[in-house]
């Protein structure tokens, strides 16, 4: 019986996926908050909150649902084949981790009412937001260094052969 050999990359269209939803999701909570804090008007009736900044939280709604799905995506065809493998578990681990508290402090974002708790979830959701590709690139970079690593490991044993 032959075995299966799974490979962990992923294909060039599901990275490109990753890509573009992670950098949607990440742009437009951060043009969110650019509009809501430092782009706010003063009108003759106090402060007016920009036309836009309502269109960019709508946008990282919908690039949120798009990021669930892709996450959904990359457990079943990465995270599962990579775990045992024990590649990367810190970087990876601590990066699914970030996004599930992403998940939860944004899902309570929407539906909390509590005046007195919404503003400390809203800060550890932007916090961890503005902070997460810092998690992509370590456990991305990780994976770079040690393609090298084995790629000159295979030419010194080349040469000694």
């Known amino acids: 019986m032959s075995r299966i050999h799974k490979t962990v990359r992923l294909g060039r269209s599901r990275r490109w996926q990753l890509y573009i939803i992670g950098i949607g999701i990440w742009l437009s909570g951060g043009l969110w908050l650019l509009y809501h804090y430092f782009l706010v008007q003063q009108g003759d009736f106090g402060p007016v909150e920009n036309p836009l900044t ?3 939280l709508r946008l990282h709604g919908a690039f949120a ?3 669930i799905w ?4 990359l457990w079943g065809t990465h995270i599962t084949v990579a775990w045992p493998r024990k590649n990367r578990r810190w970087s990876g681990g601590i990066f699914a981790g970030v ?11 929407y539906y909390i009412g509590s005046d007195s708790v919404r503003p400390v979830i809203s800060v550890l959701h932007w916090g961890i937001g503005l902070g997460s590709p810092a998690f992509f690139f ?8 040690r393609q090298r690593n084995k790629q000159d490991q295979m ?3 080349a040469q000694v052969k």
């Open 54 to 56: 309502p269109w960019w």
């Open 65 to 67: 649902f798009a990021s």
């Open 70 to 73: 892709i996450f959904g995506l």
């Open 99 to 109: 996004f599930a508290v992403l998940i939860v402090t944004g899902y309570l974002l």
């Open 138 to 145: 370590l456990h991305r970079l990780r994976l770079r260094r």
């Open 155 to 157: 030419v010194l044993e």
